[in-house]
């Protein structure tokens, strides 16, 4: 007689804790068995959509290409340019710096990290000079700067 009341309890605990695992209300065993079912499909579901975006992750650090991406945008007070990528870039803030030289950029602002990943953002202006008076605009920096990263790229891959 004991040994049925132990199994009653101990089945009313794991109904009990059943659903509150599974956010159920019902009170039927039956339809607390079907949502603990449900639930477990659900979950399924998701760690197989997990473990697939693991793959495709894992794939994409594989084949990343290595290109940092650039941007270059007017301002009032100059030019804001950001070159960002998902790699550390040895000595691509060289080939940068050694572009903004050759437009003759002065760098008034700038934020660099080259640890995980690269990242650069710089605001920089036109210096005053009598050599050089063709005018900046985004698209030469732009192009400029994208050849230093394509140097900088043929340089560090051989």
């Known amino acids: 007689m004991v040994s049925k009341v132990h199994k009653r309890t101990a089945m009313y605990r794991n109904l009990q804790l059943l659903r509150s ?31 697939l975006l693991a793959v495709a992750t894992a794939q994409k650090i594989v084949d990343y290409d290595p290109m940092p991406k650039l941007k270059v945008e007017a301002k009032d007070e100059g030019f804001v340019i950001k070159v960002l990528s998902e790699r550390s870039c040895k000595g691509l803030l060289v080939f940068i710096l050694e572009s903004f030289e050759k437009l003759g950029l002065e760098v008034l602002q700038a934020r660099v990290s080259c640890v995980d990943n690269f990242c650069l953002e710089a605001v920089g202006n036109k210096q005053e000079s009598n050599e050089d008076t063709r005018p900046l605009n985004a698209q030469l920096i732009e192009q400029v700067v994208s050849k230093a990263i394509r140097n900088w790229r043929e340089v560090t891959q051989d």
Do not use: F, G, P
């Open 21 to 51: 695992i599974t956010y159920s209300t019902s009170q039927r065993k039956t339809s607390v068995i079907l949502e603990a079912t449900q639930y477990i499909r659900d979950l399924k579901r998701k760690l197989e959509e997990l473990n």
